[in-house]
């Protein structure tokens, strides 16, 4: 599927997002995901800050999928789990830095990852909740291999 495809009633196929230059800075991108429209730019100097970078972009992924998994599966288990806040920080690490990578050398991408739980959870729901965490979508996409397939057209 590429993403330009649309359904018989000419509406994007679900799960297609299209990202368009909009034309009106250097690198401001029109993005559309169904019926949502979103802008991204890179911050002055280099782009015109008229939304999210890419990597923004990214964390919000993260960060969004994050809170919903743990708020359904406390909503499944009846936990009294009040508010769910992620907060995240991408930065760029030498790879002799972490221990648990697999490269050795260069830099790599390093997300900071902060998860506040409010209610009245006792340690082991927390303890699990923070588990569950781990088992949002977009956490396993991000440490699993990827495959990118780019079709010009």
């Known amino acids: 599927m590429t993403t330009h495809e649309t359904s018989n009633a000419g509406t994007p196929l679900e ?9 009106s800075g250097t690198y401001t991108q029109d993005i559309t995901a169904g019926h ?3 802008v991204a730019d890179e911050p002055r100097p280099i782009g015109d800050d008229a939304g999210p970078t890419p990597y923004d972009l990214l964390l919000a992924a993260l ?4 809170s919903m998994t743990v708020r ?14 992620v907060t995240l920080r991408h930065s760029r690490i030498h790879a002799e830095d972490c221990a648990e990578c697999e490269t050795t050398k260069g830099l ?5 990852r902060t998860i506040e739980l409010t209610g009245d959870l006792d ?3 927390r303890e699990r909740l923070m588990q569950i965490a781990d088992r949002c979508p ?3 996409t991000l440490t ?3 495959d990118i397939t780019t079709t010009a057209v």
């Open 123 to 125: 340690d082991t729901q």
């Open 108 to 112: 790599i991408s390093h997300i900071d």
């Open 72 to 85: 359904m599966y406390a909503a499944r288990k009846g936990w009294p789990l009040e508010r769910v806040r």
């Open 63 to 66: 960060g969004s999928c994050t």
């Open 15 to 23: 799960g297609t997002v299209t990202v368009t230059e909009a034309g």
């Open 36 to 38: 949502h429209r979103l």
């Open 144 to 146: 699993s291999e990827i």
């Open 138 to 140: 977009v956490h396993q």
